[in-house]
């Protein structure tokens, strides 16, 4: 299962992170782990192009984790980005089933 956590202060996103694989298929063959993929790797990437907002990534080199912390306030561009990413995992998620993506909004 990809588990996915949102971390947000006050309405505010302070990061997101995802750990795992979905499991829907054979490596080379989960269209599940594939969409989670290109939507998320596309946000981030999105968010470093479109905007001026300041963030860490992590990466394993081998797959199965990716996180993006920011370090202040982000602008309204990348929060309109993060939302619709969140979009597209809800619907990935109710589409497929929580047995293979995990979403969880955790308050600081």
């Given at each position: 299962m990809?588990s996915v956590?949102?971390?947000?202060h ?9 750990d795992?694989h979905?499991?829907?298929a ?6 599940v782990?594939?969409a ?8 981030f990437n999105?968010?470093?192009r ?5 963030f860490s990534?992590e990466a394993?080199?081998?797959g ?5 912390t920011f ?5 309204d561009?990348?929060?309109l980005l ?7 995992l ?7 089933g ?5 979403l ?5």
């Amino acid at each position: 299962m990809i588990s996915v956590v949102i971390t947000r202060h006050d309405d505010r996103y302070i990061g997101v992170a995802l750990d795992g694989h979905a499991g829907y298929a054979d490596a080379g063959q989960d269209i599940v782990c594939a969409a989670v993929s290109v939507l998320v790797i596309n946000t981030f990437n999105s968010i470093e192009r479109f905007t001026d907002d300041d963030f860490s990534c992590e990466a394993a080199e081998n797959g199965g984790y990716l996180s993006m912390t920011f370090s202040e306030n982000i602008s309204d561009k990348s929060k309109l980005l993060l939302d619709s990413m969140l979009l597209g995992l809800d619907e990935i998620q109710k589409q497929y089933g929580d047995e293979y993506l995990s979403l969880l909004y955790k308050e600081v």
